[in-house]
C-alpha cells in the first residue's frame, strides 16, 4: 500500500443503484458474483446489464467476475460476453487451470498456509487476495489472520495482494495500517443489514474514503 491509499473491490453488487453509488465515488473495481449458490448470484444476462451500465461511465472500474470452480469455457464466456477485465475462481480446483488460459486472473489463497509453499503461477495473477478459510466458499465475513496476512504482502511481493474477510467500515483503516495490503475486498461489509443482495450507500462511501485517504481515518 501507498501513501495515496489502497485500492478497493466492492463484491456482490446485484442492483443498478448500488453500482451508480460505486462509480459516484469512483470505487476502482466491482466484483460480479456469477456462482448460483450465492446469496448474490447473478445470471449472465443479469451480469451483462450491469457491466454495461459501469463502461457507460467516464471512469469504468476493473470488472471482476467471481466464479467457483468454473469451466474452462465458463471463464472464456465470461470475458466474451461480460467484458470482464479478470475472473476470481473459488473452489477446489487448482489455480494452475485458470493461469494456463491466458487470461487475467486474481488468485485466492484461503487460510494461512506455509508462506514458503506459496508460488504464483505463471503466467503471475494480476492480483492475490487473502481471504479466511471457512466452510463452502468466499470468507462469508469471517476475517483471516492479518498478522500472517502481512507477512504475506511481503513474501509474495511484487504481485499485488489484496485483504478480504470481514472487513468494514469499523475496521478498514486498521486493516490498511497492520496488513498494507494493495487492496480491500467487500462484500458482506458493505452490505444493508436487512438485505444481502443491496449495498448500503454510508458503508460504500466510508470504505471508498479510507482507502483513498487511510491516515486520515
Not at 495473477?125 to 466458499?137: E, H, M, N, Q, T
Amino acid at each position: 500500500m501507498s501513501a495515496l491509499g489502497a485500492q478497493l473491490k466492492i463484491c456482490g453488487v446485484t442492483h443498478p443503484d448500488d453500482l451508480d453509488v460505486c462509480l459516484a465515488h469512483r470505487v476502482p473495481a466491482i466484483g460480479l458474483n456469477l456462482w448460483p449458490g450465492s446469496k448474490r448470484a447473478l445470471t449472465f444476462e443479469q451480469a451483462a446489464l450491469l457491466a454495461l451500465r459501469a463502461r457507460a461511465g467516464a471512469e469504468p472500474p476493473t470488472l471482476v467476475a467471481v466464479m467457483v470452480d468454473p469451466t474452462e469455457a465458463e471463464v472464456h464466456r465470461a470475458f466474451d460476453e461480460l467484458a470482464v477485465d479478470l475472473v476470481q475462481p473459488h473452489g477446489d480446483a487448482p489455480i494452475e487451470r485458470y493461469a494456463r488460459l491466458g487470461r487475467p486472473y486474481a488468485w485466492v489463497i484461503r487460510g494461512t498456509p506455509e508462506l514458503a509453499s506459496l508460488r504464483p503461477p505463471s503466467p503471475a495473477p494480476a492480483w492475490i487476495l487473502l481471504d479466511a478459510r471457512v466452510d463452502g466458499f468466499g470468507g462469508q465475513g469471517v476475517t483471516t489472520d492479518w498478522s500472517w496476512a502481512a507477512r504475506a504482502v511481503t513474501a509474495l511481493c511484487p504481485v499485488p495482494v489484496w485483504l478480504a474477510g470481514g472487513i468494514t467500515p469499523d475496521n478498514a483503516a486498521s486493516a490498511l495500517a497492520q496488513v498494507r495490503p494493495a487492496g480491500l475486498d467487500v462484500a458482506s461489509g458493505a452490505e444493508r443489514p436487512d438485505d444481502p443482495r443491496r449495498k448500503d450507500p454510508a458503508a460504500i462511501a466510508a470504505l471508498a474514503s479510507i482507502c483513498k485517504n487511510p491516515s486520515a481515518s
